[in-house]
């Protein structure tokens, strides 16, 4: 991928809260620069759907393990109910489970979502 990769970067803080930022990232170096803004060195990346659409959610996949970590989404499935502490980049998924840039509305859609008590469902 060499396209610009729009997202949301979800900023968990212990002290803080979470927020939530625009953030593009460049499509040619995207494992760096998400190793980066997430500020860890193992990712996990899980599609979820939300509104009809579905949506990759890219985590720290050790968050759990670090000392008070900070819950910032629980992702539920048939398959599994999985807790995201620390830092996640949000984008879409096309049809061919391709990254792409979140649309105007995705951004509405996925802060409320979160403002929700972070709830993502796949069925």
């Known amino acids: ?67 008070d970590p900070v819950i910032s989404a629980r992702a539920f499935s048939p398959r599994s109910d999985e807790v995201l502490c620390g830092n996640l980049f949000i984008c879409q998924t096309d049809d061919n489970g391709e990254l792409k840039s979140l649309e105007p509305n995705d951004y509405k859609l996925i802060n409320l979502c979160l403002a929700g008590n972070c709830l993502w469902y796949d069925f």
């Open 1 to 67: 991928m060499n396209k610009p990769l729009k997202g949301i970067l979800v900023v968990a803080d212990y002290d803080k809260g979470t927020t939530l930022q625009k953030l593009e990232l460049d499509g040619s170096k995207f494992l760096s620069e998400a190793y980066h803004h997430l500020n860890c060195s193992t990712i996990t990346i899980i599609t979820r759907a939300l509104g009809g659409k579905y949506f990759t959610i890219v985590a720290d996949d050790e968050g759990l393990l670090v000392n």
